[in-house]
């Protein structure tokens, strides 16, 4: 058998390339930072979980990802590739998708029409691209011309998701997007994830519910106060009995 | 001109430019304070101007009232109109966002016009009122014209007291901060929408004792008399230029527009007839122009409004 | 029965015509940027009058001057956007309105210096109402009313079935997500201000060859189409087509009840009941 390779060699490397990297990241939305110093990785074809109290900054730190808050200092790297700073439209062009907690689909639009915004950057959209849509959520085909708006909230997730998913994002990051569900979609939801995930899309998501995203996901951080408290696989988190404590009310 | 006519002449701009200064107190009442876009200024102006006429003024066949009240009740008379008339728009309106509220003034202005272009038993048909009184008007031109003038200021000053007076007092307080925040204030239990109906109605009143003040001057009124457009707009500009939520703001602009407007015409006058009356558009359109560069380089206007009060 | 149709009905679906073509720019420019644009009217006036220096200049035929003043005041929109509106899109939007309406006054003074307040014609001679079956219509009434459906239609099919018709309609929904769908809310806004334009000038034209062209005319319809825009349901192009017609019928037939002078009043009228009854309109728009 031949021997490994060395750490620092050029397979080795991109075999191990995290997708994204958020190093020491401090910021907020104006004067007052919210985060104070932020680090975390995403591996392809991984999900992460970023779970904390509130006002730890969860959201804020996945919203820096996309461009949506003034990074004071520190780097954000996707797929090796400096983003600190951009915009966020030009960080959709780098395969980034992101479906907000409120207001995530466009609700005097068809579930369709949701769609076909969603791939928007591309000129035109084959058939085949709604159909792998639909294919992860089967529910919505046959609603596929109702209007988003007049759909329940955990279809109407599906609908933000589904759009997020059009451009076939390499990164996909969702803000609570379990907020408000039933158990069931909850569930739904999770399973969505691990299918997406399957596909070869990279996700990152804050969740409220920590237990249950702790239990689901490959790897989680542990946010409080704008920084980083503890990370670790989804179980070594799930039981740590401090954790549990602290931030999982026991 | 000789000295009598400078005179004369100076009167004249020093009354206008009080009922100018007086319509934009009322205005900053509005916008200033309460961030209220009245487009209908000239209809309220209006309102009060006919009123006070038809209250003080001889009987006239084919005419309504002609009471021959004393002007300070047809002044009095004049507010209470149009305070009459803004109450039932603002409780309409002012449940929405400001843009509904500047429609709907279009709108009573446009009304108020037609009316009384219309109603001849009102407004007196072509003819319009005439034979308006006022205080001491039985003396000699001159001294009559320069009693008006003085009343005009003192009226204007009494309500530029009043209005700095309630800046400081609590219900300015409580406008400002509806105005800054609106949320946090309503969340805090002010009636928001009772305050801007107050802030509204009493601009309102504000704006046609300006008419009355106006008509008494005049003492004749005609509905061809007020372009309402160019009234509306001049005030307008004369409350952005001089500063919105600043009374000083509002008699800066006040004076400084009407100097403009005013030495503009002078000089259009002296052009050749044919292009005299395309002049006064050309005029129309920098007025136009003038209020983007403000809003544009300096939209708080020359005084801003004073912070921290 | 026919005396309903050829006094009323035909005069209101002709200045109904009018009114939706000018309400549409307005629901659109409420819809997608937010704001009152009080000088939609006088854009129509300056569109009308372009055709008019057309017709006059270079000897076209009103209806082939039309298809130019359309575009004209189409590029005239965009630029009136970059020079006056644009600049105050992140402050209060009453900023804005306010603006809009010191270019309306700039419009109108526009027209007024070059044209000069007399009432103008674009072809003069009396044009007879000729009957189809008992219906009695001038030939230019019915190009109005052809033209008018004809431009909405084309409008509506962009909206629902183009790339950048859903992209306005994305904008007009939900416009941080639709940045966040990489939509250039930039070019969604000059798209806008290209129809608003070209269907103003296209109402003013009417405006014009049915009645007679004053420098004041677009400003007197536009209390009309604002209550039209709002009656269809702020954002709501097939409200604003429905609230235009409904309310130019409505203006004709006020004659039966109030005296005629009052016709310009029932917009007001029709304004106040909508918002004290159904702010949101017939379609259900936005109630900013």
Request: proline share 5%; with cysteine.
């Amino acid at each position: 058998m031949n021997p490994p390779p060395l750490p620092n060699s050029p397979t080795v490397a991109k075999a191990h390339q995290p997708l994204l990297i958020m190093h020491e990241v401090r910021g907020g939305y104006g004067d007052a930072d919210i985060l104070h110093g932020v680090s975390l990785t995403v591996n392809p074809q991984e999900i992460v979980v970023i779970v904390g109290p509130n006002g730890a900054g969860k959201s804020t730190a996945m919203k820096a990802v996309f461009g949506l808050v003034k990074v004071r200092s520190g780097t954000i790297l996707l797929a090796g590739e400096e983003i600190t700073g951009w915009r966020p439209d030009a960080i959709v062009r780098r395969g980034v998708s992101f479906v907000p907690q409120v207001r995530n689909v466009f609700a005097e639009m068809t579930v369709q029409e949701n769609l076909e915004m969603g791939a928007f950057l591309s000129r035109s959209v084959r058939e085949e691209e709604f159909e792998r849509i639909y294919a992860l959520f089967p529910d919505l085909k046959a609603k596929r011309h109702a209007l988003a708006g007049s759909l329940s909230g955990g279809q109407r997730q599906m609908v933000a998701i589904g759009r997020a998913l059009m451009l076939q994002p390499k990164l996909l990051l969702l803000d609570e997007p379990t907020a408000g569900l039933s158990p069931k979609y909850m569930e739904q939801i999770f399973q969505i994830c691990r299918n997406v995930r399957d596909t070869g899309v990279a996700i990152l998501l804050v969740e409220q519910h920590a237990k249950q995203a702790l239990a689901f996901c490959d790897r989680g951080y542990v946010l409080a106060t704008g920084t980083n408290r503890y990370e670790g696989t989804g179980q070594q988190l799930l039981n740590d009995p401090e954790i549990a404590q602290m931030f999982l009310g026991g | 001109m000789d000295t009598v006519g400078l005179l004369n002449y100076a009167i004249f701009m020093g009354v206008l430019i009080g009922i100018y200064a007086l319509l934009t107190l009322g205005l900053n009442v509005q916008w200033g304070y309460a961030g209220l876009f009245n487009a209908g200024v000239a209809g309220f102006f209006a309102v009060g101007a006919y009123l006070s006429a038809l209250l003080t003024a001889p009987p006239a066949p084919d005419r309504i009232m002609g009471w021959q009240l004393p002007t300070a009740v047809g002044w009095l008379g004049a507010m209470v109109a149009a305070a009459a008339i803004a109450w039932p728009i603002g409780k309409v309106t002012l449940r929405f966002r400001s843009d509904y509220l500047a429609i709907a003034t279009i709108g009573i202005a446009e009304v108020i016009r037609l009316v009384l272009r219309t109603e001849d038993t009102l407004s007196g048909g072509v003819r319009g009122i005439t034979q308006v009184p006022r205080p001491f008007g039985d003396l000699p031109y001159e001294w009559s014209q320069l009693i008006y003038l003085a009343l005009t200021w003192a009226l204007v000053l009494l309500v530029f007291w009043g209005l700095e007076r309630q800046l400081t007092a609590p219900w300015g307080r409580m406008m400002r901060a509806i105005r800054e925040n609106e949320t946090a204030a309503a969340a805090m239990g002010k009636h928001v929408a009772a305050r801007r109906l107050e802030a509204f109605v009493l601009g309102s009143a504000i704006m046609g004792l300006a008419g009355a003040v106006y008509v008494h001057f005049m003492r004749a009124i005609t509905p061809e008399a007020i372009d309402p457009m160019m009234v509306t707009f001049l005030v307008w500009i004369m409350l952005i230029l001089g500063g919105s939520g600043n009374n000083r703001g509002a008699l800066l602009g006040t004076l400084l527009i009407w100097v403009i407007w005013s030495a503009s015409e002078l000089l259009t006058d002296r052009l050749p007839a044919e292009v005299a009356t395309q002049a006064k558009y050309v005029r129309v359109f920098v007025i136009g122009l003038l209020l983007q560069l403000v809003l544009r380089w300096r939209p708080e206007g020359i005084l801003p409004e004073p912070a921290g009060r | 029965m026919m005396e309903l149709v050829n006094f009323y009905l035909v005069p209101g679906l002709i200045l109904g015509s009018i009114y939706a073509l000018g309400a549409i720019g307005i629901t659109l420019i409420f819809g997608i940027m937010r704001f009152a644009h009080f000088a939609h009217g006088d854009m129509a006036t300056l569109g009308a009058y372009l055709a008019l220096g057309l017709t006059t200049t270079l000897s076209l035929s009103p209806w082939a001057a039309l298809p130019v003043a359309m575009a004209g005041t189409a590029l005239l929109a965009i630029l009136l956007d970059r020079l006056f509106y644009h600049h105050l899109q992140n402050r209060p939007k009453i900023l804005t309105v306010m603006a809009s309406l010191g270019v309306a006054l700039m419009l109108r003074s526009v027209v007024q210096v070059l044209w000069g307040v007399d009432p103008q014609v674009y072809t003069t001679g009396i044009v007879r109402a000729e009957s189809f079956a008992g219906v009695m219509v001038r030939p230019r009434e019915i190009a109005t009313f052809a033209t008018a459906v004809g431009l909405m239609v084309v409008l509506v099919l962009f909206l629902r079935h183009t790339r950048w018709g859903k992209a306005m309609r994305a904008m007009s929904d939900n416009p941080d997500l639709a940045r966040l769908c990489g939509i250039d809310n930039e070019a969604v806004v000059r798209l806008t201000w290209l129809i608003a334009g070209a269907l103003a000038a296209a109402a003013g034209f009417f405006l014009g060859i049915n009645t007679e062209l004053n420098t004041m005319m677009g400003w007197s319809a536009l209390l009309a189409m604002f209550a039209a825009a709002i009656l269809g349901g702020v954002g709501r192009v097939e409200g604003a087509v429905v609230g235009g017609l409904l309310i130019g019928v409505i203006e004709e037939l006020s004659v039966l009840v109030l005296p005629s002078q009052y016709k310009m009043a029932t917009a007001f009228v029709i304004l106040v009941a909508i918002l004290l009854f159904r702010p949101q309109g017939i379609f259900q728009g936005k109630v900013l």
